[in-house]
């Protein structure tokens, strides 16, 4: 009385072959395109604006958005522009800092999830699959997660001073403990399947068991955790940059623009509200994108994730 | 007298991009106060979907009756407002479920859940239904009903369960019962006293009874009358007699022969050769974590017994008789606590995972649920020839042989290069069955290899693993919990009950003249026997 | 029943012990001198030996641990380094504002995101469940601190309905904590909400789909005690552990949200002893967050006895 349906559409799927599938979800295409033009726009800053983030002219502090002024070019040339997102407090082109804050959003969101990804694939496989190491590696995990990972990562900097690998590293280590027991979860409800079993009875070494039968089902999840794990990282180096103990302060990032800001706020919202719309809308495409590849590979998901 | 129950023409449609358009089309069905009618069919009949149409309990926006009539004691349910049906849904009419586990809601106590039908549609007072409620638990034959009706669900054995389900049903003391695979889930001593029970009450009651199997022994125990059904229509319908002993269409005909006989088949003499030599097999688990009383318990305990190149050796019991974990200690898939296992005289039971690797291939095992127990996304090439490779077949060689052996187990060997959801369930059972072939094997271990099937198909994977025995001169350690089932294909049987080996000999021997008295229960319980032995 | 209370207890020890040791090891473990760390770039030669033997820096690792937990197991923290006075008082000082700020988003949650939820569910694919998964990828995404300025900048700066920030406590009156609460605690309980309303929909919409839910419906029972007594009693568990892990979002949030309305609390105390370096203060506040985050999930979980009978053994 088994319905053929237990089996997901996609099970077969190996990474490429997933896709074509992912880019049929709406939420997918929608936030992927978000992310696409977010990336172009921090990528070719440089032909967008011709003025430089760092920037200052104190003649022009404070300017409301659409306002025009007259700027020293890197090459010592002068040029009319429009400061399209206005001033900030020392004169620096708002619409400047934020496309280049882009760049570092994402090379951080991008960077802590390939570490967070691999180190947690990694630690849930042998956990998952060497039952002496389990208890120890996931009292470990249990440990980590305990402390809340905004004040892990807060301590992390603290101590180990500011700069854009401390950061990257401070707000990978909190994301490792979730991968690591998604991974584990995966690894321990795989291995007891018939066809696990039955590569046992054939004499199949344990690696190639892990390679050929095991890792497969954590790749579509992985994928999924991972665009969490992304959104998260971007929002918690904003939080951190923004608290004034991310990126050095010299770095364009949307945290640190908004954060200087705050003491205007009232009189001047344009400086806190332009940096905050861009990261809330990255945050929120990667999110889109997660929710629909979720949705596209395996709606059972939901819980977990 | 006129009809409890009855269904005109209905028509049941499925969403669009389904496989056919209907999940049911133009089912007539009648029952009469006091009558059982059974709908049997396979899989994907459509018996389910009748039940739910009846009850108005379709699945939302997904299934929609689109033709026909439904009239309980002449009321047109399909044309009722909702607040209508839910008065009648366990006044008039109600249903007991499959799996009485999870039709049960596990976070209530199981008096609560009676008591929500006498609160919803009786105006009777706490105590009044509480005494209802004491009074029905007693009619369904459960001891201690205050305690039975505190207690939750998971306290329950699944026969209890099911009992309480049955109360739940017929505490309104509805004209119709409707009752859907209500024995399936259940081991076969309890499915004989709960198929007792439900008739004992309907007919104390008058209950109309529409009973969907997919069961032919059960038919034979329960029916007044049969309706067929096949792929969303009626095929046939008639009396049980008419329907068991002379059933007019093909298709009922070749479902009635596919049910395997209870006569056993006479025991064939293997080749001599002792392939499996198990002696003293014992298996415990510890329950419970670090702080708690270590709870011991006994899987398995002493088991001895061999089987010979050519023969088929059955561990026949019910659920939690320890003959999986027995099967899956020889496979050396769990380590035996205690005991010796020697396969081709070579001792296997104590050996290292690393010291077992050349032993493996000899033993292969196929698994009770085609649906898992091929990697998804692995081709069925790829399945196929990984043993074969592990042992240093080339590729090419392990693929010829994986070619000749789907042709073997009736596979066309052209779709060697597809994923296994492409396969019905029969064929990944054949596909399984070749990938154990295909290491050459001195032991098959098949553990409830077709309990997953519809019985045509059923009777076609039996056939296959008997080819198999004969042309290979293989040793099979067959596993199952259906007594017919190992009447046909097994020359010898072990009967285990909780861990222990009850009682053992030829087949023939232990059905007919059974020594043990729960073998005795056992082959007693075997729903339709009556009906084979009018057949011998 | 007792065994479970005891294996849940005894579980957390190892949690603890190991957030003590983390704590203790971070800065121990930091590349440089610890001392000269924490006694920040423009300490003298003096005021680094000074800490040195203020942290009992030179004894062995071991030892260093033992006097540390032994002081923190009676409450001290050592001092300040930076507000001069010793890290319990502050904290003692600070913990009203950052509990009524917790306890008020809590309730905000709670009472918004279970019912939307379960609507989701129940209307399943319909404009509301589209609505309400829409608002928790949205919620989800927009940090506290943008929100909290976009209220602030709405509500306190155009409008005038409320104060732009500060924090009064209870004693002086229900209205004045109201009103300098209702911003900050609405900014920190969207993302909450997000994720609670997430997860109810999708336990009540499994629910929805089991047996016994069906069997509700074949007694005739009428939806709400469907939906109410069967599906949302039987999600209870997964939600209130949502509830649970999400207290970790909530204390984050805490730190953002405080900095952004200037609420005196806790999270404020952590953000300025970051800035400043001042490593007893840091010690102090992550190991008070992570313990009340630990028990509290220890608790919650102690509620599955109550919420679900098959847990009893």
Same mark, same amino acid.
């Given at each position: 009385?088994?319905?053929?349906?237990?089996?997901?559409?996609?099970?077969?799927? %190996?990474?490429?072959?997933?896709?074509?599938?992912?880019?049929?979800?709406?939420?997918?295409?929608?936030?992927?395109?978000?992310?696409?033009?977010?990336?172009?726009?921090?990528?070719?800053?440089? /032909?967008?604006?011709?003025?430089?983030?760092?920037? /200052?002219?104190? %003649?022009?502090?404070?300017?409301?958005?659409?306002?025009?002024?007259?700027?020293?070019?890197?090459?010592?040339?002068?040029?009319? #522009?429009?400061?399209?997102?206005?001033?900030?407090?020392?004169?620096?082109?708002?619409?400047?800092?934020?496309?280049?804050?882009?760049?570092?959003?994402?090379?951080?969101?991008?960077?802590? $999830?390939?570490?967070?990804?691999?180190?947690?694939?990694?630690?849930?496989?042998?956990?998952?699959?060497?039952?002496?190491?389990?208890?120890?590696?996931?009292?470990?995990?249990?440990?980590?997660?305990?402390?809340?990972?905004?004040?892990?990562?807060?301590?992390?900097?603290?101590?180990?001073?500011?700069?854009?690998?401390?950061?990257?590293?401070? #707000?990978?280590?909190?994301?490792?403990?979730?991968?690591?027991?998604l991974v584990r979860s995966i690894v321990l409800s795989v291995r007891?399947?018939?066809? #696990?079993?039955?590569?046992?009875?054939?004499?199949?070494?344990?690696?190639?068991?892990?390679?050929?039968?095991?890792?497969?089902?954590?790749?579509?999840?992985?994928?999924?955790?991972? $665009?969490?794990?992304?959104?998260?990282?971007?929002? #918690?180096?904003?939080?951190?940059?923004?608290?004034?103990?991310?990126?050095?302060?010299?770095?364009?990032?949307?945290?640190?623009?908004?954060?200087?800001?705050?003491? /205007?706020?009232?009189?001047?919202?344009?400086?806190? /509200?332009?940096?905050?719309?861009?990261?809330?809308?990255?945050?929120?495409?990667?999110?889109?994108?997660?929710?629909?590849?979720?949705?596209?590979?395996?709606?059972?998901?939901?819980?977990?994730? | 007298? +006129?009809?409890?129950?009855?269904?005109?023409?209905?028509?049941?449609?499925?969403?669009?991009?389904?496989?056919?358009?209907?999940?049911?089309?133009?089912? +007539?069905?009648?029952?009469?106060?006091?009558?059982?009618?059974?709908?049997?069919? *396979? +899989?994907?009949?459509?018996?389910?979907?009748?039940?739910?149409?009846?009850?108005?309990?379709?699945?939302?926006?997904?299934?929609?009756?689109?033709?026909?009539?439904?009239?309980?004691?002449?009321?047109?349910?399909?044309?009722?407002?909702?607040?209508?049906?839910?008065?009648?849904?366990?006044?008039?009419?109600?249903?007991?479920?499959?799996?009485?586990?999870?039709?049960?809601?596990?976070?209530?106590?199981?008096?609560?859940?009676?008591?929500?039908?006498?609160?919803?549609?009786?105006?009777?007072?706490?105590?009044?239904?509480?005494?209802?409620?004491?009074?029905?638990?007693?009619?369904?034959?459960?001891?201690?009903?205050?305690?039975?009706?505190?207690?939750?669900?998971?306290?329950?054995?699944?026969?209890?369960?099911?009992?309480?389900?049955?109360?739940?049903?017929?505490?309104?003391?509805?004209?119709?019962?409707?009752?859907?695979?209500?024995?399936?889930?259940?081991?076969?001593?309890?499915?004989?006293?709960?198929?007792?029970?439900?008739?004992?009450?309907?007919?104390?009651?008058?209950?109309?009874?529409?009973?969907?199997?997919?069961?032919?022994?059960v038919v034979a125990e329960i029916a007044d009358r049969v309706v067929?059904?096949?792929?969303?229509?009626?095929?046939?319908?008639?009396?049980?007699?008419?329907?068991?002993?002379?059933?007019?269409?093909?298709?009922?005909?070749?479902?009635?022969?596919?049910?395997?006989?209870?006569?056993?088949?006479?025991?064939?003499?293997?080749?001599?050769?002792?392939?499996?030599?198990?002696?003293?097999?014992?298996?415990?688990?510890?329950?419970?974590?670090?702080?708690?009383?270590?709870?011991?318990?006994?899987?398995?305990?002493?088991?001895?017994?061999?089987?010979?190149?050519?023969?088929?050796?059955?561990?026949?019991?019910?659920?939690?008789?320890?003959?999986?974990?027995?099967?899956?200690?020889?496979?050396?898939?769990?380590?035996?606590?205690?005991?010796?296992?020697?396969?081709?005289?070579?001792?296997?039971?104590?050996?290292?995972?690393?010291?077992?690797?050349?032993?493996?291939?000899?033993?292969?095992?196929?698994?009770?649920?085609?649906?898992?127990?091929?990697?998804?996304?692995?081709?069925?090439?790829?399945?196929?020839?990984?043993?074969?490779?592990? =042992?240093?077949? +080339?590729?090419?060689?392990?693929? *010829?042989?994986?070619?000749?052996?789907?042709? =073997?187990?009736?596979?066309?060997?052209?779709?060697?290069?597809?994923?296994?959801?492409?396969?019905?369930?029969?064929?990944?059972?054949?596909?399984?069955?070749?990938?154990?072939?295909?290491?050459?094997?001195?032991?098959?271990?098949?553990?409830?290899?077709?309990?997953?099937?519809?019985?045509?198909?059923q009777a076609q994977v039996l056939e296959l693993l008997d080819q198999?025995?004969?042309?290979?001169?293989?040793?099979?350690?067959?596993?199952?919990?259906?007594?017919?089932?190992?009447?046909?294909?097994?020359?010898?049987?072990?009967?285990?009950?909780?861990?222990?080996?009850?009682?053992?000999?030829?087949?023939?021997?232990?059905?007919?003249?059974?020594?043990?008295?729960?073998?005795?229960?056992?082959?007693?319980?075997?729903?339709?026997?009556?009906?084979?032995?009018?057949?011998? | 029943?007792?065994?479970?209370?005891?294996?849940?207890?005894?579980?957390?020890?190892?949690?603890?012990?190991?957030?003590?040791?983390?704590?203790?090891?971070?800065?121990?473990?930091?590349?440089?001198?610890?001392?000269?760390?924490?006694?920040?770039?423009?300490?003298?030669?003096?005021?680094?030996?000074?800490?040195?033997?203020?942290?009992?820096?030179?004894?062995?690792?071991?030892?260093?641990?033992?006097?540390?937990?032994?002081?923190?197991?009676?409450?001290?923290?050592?001092?300040?380094?930076?507000?001069?006075?010793?890290?319990?008082?502050?904290?003692?000082?600070?913990?009203?504002?950052?509990?009524?700020?917790?306890?008020?988003?809590?309730?905000?949650?709670?009472?918004?995101?279970?019912?939307?939820?379960?609507?989701?569910?129940?209307?399943?694919?319909?404009?509301?469940?589209?609505?309400?998964?829409?608002?928790?990828?949205?919620?989800?995404?927009?940090?506290?601190?943008?929100?909290?300025?976009?209220?602030?900048?709405?509500?306190?700066?155009?409008?005038?309905?409320?104060?732009?920030?500060?924090?009064?406590?209870?004693?002086?009156?229900?209205?004045?904590?109201?009103?300098?609460?209702?911003?900050?605690?609405?900014?920190?309980?969207?993302?909450?909400?997000?994720?609670?309303?997430?997860?109810?929909?999708?336990?009540?919409?499994?629910?929805?789909?089991?047996?016994?839910?069906?069997?509700?419906?074949?007694?005739?029972?009428?939806?709400?005690?469907?939906?109410?007594?069967?599906?949302?009693?039987?999600?209870?568990?997964?939600?209130?552990?949502?509830?649970?892990?999400?207290?970790?979002?909530?204390?984050?949030?805490?730190?953002?949200?405080?900095?952004?309305?200037?609420?005196?609390?806790?999270?404020?105390?952590?953000?300025?002893?970051?800035?400043?370096?001042?490593?007893?203060?840091?010690?102090?506040?992550?190991?008070?967050?992570?313990?009340?985050?630990?028990?509290?999930?220890?608790?919650?979980?102690?509620?599955?006895?109550?919420?679900?009978?098959?847990?009893?053994?």
């Open positions: 009385m088994k319905a053929e349906a237990t089996q997901a559409p996609f099970a077969e799927a %190996t990474a490429l072959r997933l896709v074509p599938a992912l880019l049929a979800d709406p939420s997918v295409r929608i936030g992927g395109g978000i992310l696409v033009v977010i990336a172009l726009l921090g990528l070719f800053a440089p /032909l967008l604006t011709p003025v430089d983030p760092s920037y /200052l002219d104190p %003649t022009t502090r404070n300017e409301l958005p659409g306002a025009a002024s007259t700027v020293d070019l890197a090459d010592g040339k002068t040029a009319d #522009v429009t400061h399209w997102f206005g001033t900030d407090q020392l004169g620096r082109d708002l619409f400047a800092r934020v496309l280049y804050g882009a760049r570092i959003s994402l090379l951080v969101g991008l960077a802590v $999830t390939l570490i967070v990804v691999a180190t947690g694939l990694f630690i849930g496989l042998v956990a998952g699959y060497f039952r002496a190491l389990d208890g120890l590696i996931m009292r470990m995990m249990d440990g980590l997660m305990a402390i809340p990972s905004i004040l892990l990562a807060l301590a992390l900097v603290a101590l180990w001073g500011a700069g854009l690998w401390t950061v990257i590293i401070a #707000v990978a280590i909190p994301e490792v403990p979730r991968v690591v027991r007891g399947e018939p066809y #696990v079993e039955a590569a046992v009875a054939m004499g199949t070494p344990t690696p190639l068991i892990m390679t050929r039968h095991i890792l497969p089902s954590t790749i579509a999840p992985l994928i999924v955790q991972g $665009t969490y794990v992304c959104a998260s990282a971007i929002l #918690v180096e904003a939080i951190l940059s923004f608290l004034g103990v991310g990126i050095p302060t010299d770095i364009p990032t949307w945290g640190n623009i908004m954060a200087e800001g705050r003491l /205007l706020f009232r009189v001047y919202p344009h400086a806190i /509200l332009f940096p905050g719309v861009f990261l809330a809308v990255t945050i929120l495409a990667v999110n889109m994108m997660g929710d629909g590849m979720r949705d596209a590979l395996d709606p059972k998901l939901q819980r977990r994730l | 007298m +006129s009809p409890v129950l009855t269904i005109e023409q209905l028509s049941v449609r499925l969403p669009a991009g389904a496989d056919r358009t209907y999940a049911v089309e133009n089912v +007539s069905v009648d029952v009469a106060p006091g009558e059982v009618v059974c709908l049997v069919g *396979e +899989s994907g009949s459509g018996k389910s979907v009748t039940a739910q149409a009846v009850m108005g309990l379709l699945p939302r926006g997904q299934l929609q009756p689109t033709d026909g009539l439904i009239k309980l004691k002449g009321e047109d349910l399909l044309r009722a407002p909702a607040r209508r049906l839910r008065a009648l849904r366990g006044t008039a009419m109600a249903m007991v479920y499959q799996e009485p586990m999870t039709a049960l809601n596990p976070v209530l106590p199981c008096g609560y859940q009676i008591d929500e039908v006498l609160r919803t549609h009786t105006g009777l007072g706490t105590d009044d239904r509480a005494e209802r409620v004491r009074d029905m638990l007693d009619q369904v034959g459960l001891a201690e009903p205050e305690r039975m009706a505190e207690s939750y669900p998971h306290e329950l054995s699944g026969g209890q369960r099911q009992r309480i389900m049955i109360a739940m049903a017929l505490v309104l003391e509805p004209a119709l019962l409707i009752a859907d695979e209500p024995t399936t889930a259940l081991d076969v001593t309890t499915q004989v006293q709960i198929l007792a029970l439900l008739r004992e009450l309907q007919a104390a009651h008058g209950t109309g009874v529409l009973f969907i199997t997919h069961d032919f022994g067929v059904m096949r792929a969303g229509r009626v095929v046939e319908a008639g009396t049980v007699r008419d329907i068991l002993d002379r059933p007019q269409h093909a298709y009922t005909q070749a479902l009635i022969r596919a049910v395997p006989s209870l006569i056993p088949r006479p025991a064939r003499a293997g080749s001599g050769r002792t392939v499996l030599e198990v002696a003293s097999l014992a298996k415990s688990y510890r329950q419970g974590g670090w702080l708690d009383r270590r709870r011991v318990v006994d899987a398995v305990k002493d088991a001895s017994f061999e089987i010979a190149a050519g023969e088929v050796l059955g561990l026949v019991g019910e659920s939690g008789s320890g003959k999986s974990t027995t099967a899956r200690c020889i496979a050396r898939l769990e380590d035996p606590s205690a005991g010796r296992i020697r396969l081709r005289g070579a001792e296997i039971g104590s050996l290292s995972r690393r010291a077992l690797r050349p032993h493996r291939r000899h033993v292969q095992i196929v698994f009770q649920d085609p649906y898992r127990s091929l990697n998804p996304r692995r081709r069925v090439a790829a399945s196929l020839i990984e043993g074969p490779m592990n =042992f240093g077949v +080339s590729r090419a060689v392990a693929l *010829e042989r994986a070619r000749e052996l789907l042709a =073997f187990v009736g596979v066309d060997p052209v779709s060697i290069e597809r994923y296994p959801h492409q396969f019905s369930g029969g064929q990944r059972q054949r596909i399984c069955i070749a990938r154990a072939l295909i290491m050459e094997p001195a032991l098959l271990i098949a553990d409830e290899p077709v309990s997953a099937l519809d019985v045509s198909v198999v025995r004969t042309r290979l001169d293989l040793a099979v350690l067959f596993i199952t919990h259906d007594l017919r089932v190992a009447a046909q294909i097994c020359d010898r049987v072990l009967v285990m009950r909780r861990g222990e080996v009850v009682e053992s000999g030829p087949t023939a021997a232990v059905f007919a003249a059974p020594e043990d008295s729960y073998t005795r229960t056992l082959v007693a319980a075997a729903p339709g026997r009556n009906w084979d032995f009018a057949h011998a | 029943m007792l065994g479970f209370l005891a294996r849940r207890v005894a579980a957390t020890v190892p949690v603890l012990l190991f957030v003590a040791v983390f704590v203790f090891l971070l800065l121990r473990l930091t590349p440089g001198d610890p001392a000269a760390i924490v006694a920040g770039d423009n300490a003298s030669t003096e005021q680094i030996e000074e800490i040195r033997a203020q942290l009992g820096l030179d004894e062995p690792l071991l030892e260093q641990f033992g006097l540390w937990s032994a002081k923190v197991l009676r409450g001290d923290f050592g001092e300040s380094f930076f507000f001069k006075q010793p890290v319990a008082s502050l904290i003692g000082q600070r913990i009203e504002p950052t509990l009524s700020l917790a306890l008020v988003t809590l309730f905000i949650t709670v009472v918004v995101a279970v019912p939307l939820g379960t609507l989701a569910a129940y209307y399943h694919r319909s404009w509301l469940d589209r609505l309400v998964m829409g608002f928790s990828v949205a919620g989800f995404s927009v940090p506290v601190f943008v929100l909290g300025y976009l209220l602030i900048y709405v509500f306190a700066v155009e409008l005038r309905w409320f104060p732009v920030q500060g924090f009064a406590s209870i004693r002086e009156g229900l209205w004045p904590f109201l009103e300098r609460m209702v911003l900050p605690a609405s900014a920190l309980s969207v993302i909450y909400v997000a994720l609670i309303a997430r997860i109810t929909r999708a336990s009540v919409l499994e629910v929805l789909g089991e047996d016994h839910v069906r069997t509700a419906r074949g007694k005739g029972l009428p939806e709400r005690t469907v939906v109410i007594n069967h599906a949302l009693r039987n999600a209870a568990v997964p939600i209130v552990t949502v509830i649970g892990v999400g207290l970790a979002l909530l204390i984050g949030g805490v730190v953002v949200t405080e900095s952004v309305f200037n609420i005196p609390g806790l999270g404020r105390l952590t953000v300025d002893a970051v800035l400043a370096r001042d490593y007893p203060t840091i010690q102090a506040v992550i190991l008070l967050f992570s313990f009340a985050y630990v028990l509290i999930n220890l608790m919650i979980d102690l509620t599955y006895l109550v919420l679900d009978p098959r847990i009893r053994y």
